[in-house]
């Protein structure tokens, strides 16, 4: 199975400061058909999970421009340009590549 | 607006089962592939099966492989999960989510296996 691993596990930002999380896989993500199958997705406290970024580096519809995807290969990057308030939660990197579909361990982002 | 709810979660005993279903709407169901993807409390997401946009091709985790079943009705815009021999570990919120990238994600159901 692909293991994804996420860094920081905990990151305290302060508000309208920029964060990161990183996501480094075991394996490629390229698919046979050309495309990296990487998500990540936000889960704010009580709520499930929401999609953000799909394929690398696409926001889904409705997600504010402060949210980017960047990354190849083996290593992805999440950025929040400024922290907001309603960004706080637990943030997932996914890879659908390759069955079975993981989970990076979650990267909780709170405000200092 | 595309819609996803979760239903046929409860309290179960250990080696008991359990029938999830997922309803559909707002989509063309029978277009897409769907995930469930369950969350142990205070943990993180853990994939379990997904099932192809025409119930052909069905794939799980080796954590459930042989205890749980994905099936789809697309006549009723339905997705299943039946669980079986149910074991403690199995305690989660039970999420359904449509395609390989899963942009849309259900509130989820509780399953409680306890004695």
């Known amino acids: 199975d692909i293991v994804l691993t996420q860094t920081p596990l905990s990151s305290p930002v302060t508000l309208g400061q920029p964060a990161s999380i990183s996501c480094r896989s075991s394996?490629?993500?390229?698919?046979?058909?050309?495309?990296?199958?990487l998500s990540w997705l936000q889960q704010r406290p009580g709520q499930p999970p929401r999609l953000l970024i799909y394929?690398?580096?696409n926001r889904f519809s409705g997600v504010p421009d402060r949210f980017s995807g960047s990354g190849a290969g083996t290593d992805f990057t999440l950025k929040i340009s400024r922290v907001e308030a309603e960004d706080v939660g637990v943030y997932y990197c996914?890879?659908?590549?390759?069955?079975?579909?993981?989970f990076g361990r979650g990267t909780k982002v709170e405000i200092k | 607006q595309v819609q996803l709810v979760e239903s046929g979660g409860g309290v179960v005993q250990p080696g008991g089962s359990l029938r999830l279903s997922c309803a559909a709407s707002?989509?063309?169901?029978?277009?897409?592939?769907m995930h469930w993807v369950r969350q142990a409390p205070g943990k993180g997401l853990a994939w379990v099966s997904i099932?192809?946009?025409?119930?052909?091709?069905?794939y799980y985790a080796d954590s459930v492989k042989g205890r749980f079943t994905i099936s789809r009705d697309n006549s009723k815009n339905t997705l299943y999960l039946e669980m079986s021999s149910l074991r403690p570990e199995d305690t989660a919120v039970y999420y359904c989510?449509?395609?390989?990238?899963?942009?849309?994600w259900g509130q989820g159901t509780l399953v409680t296996v306890s004695s």
């Open positions: 394929k690398i580096s």
């Open positions: 099932i192809s946009f025409d119930g052909n091709n069905r």
């Open positions: 707002g989509f063309t169901f029978s277009s897409y592939p």
């Open positions: 989510a449509r395609d390989y990238i899963s942009d849309y």
């Open positions: 394996q490629s993500l390229v698919h046979s058909d050309g495309n990296t199958y």
């Open positions: 996914m890879q659908a590549t390759q069955n079975p579909a993981t």
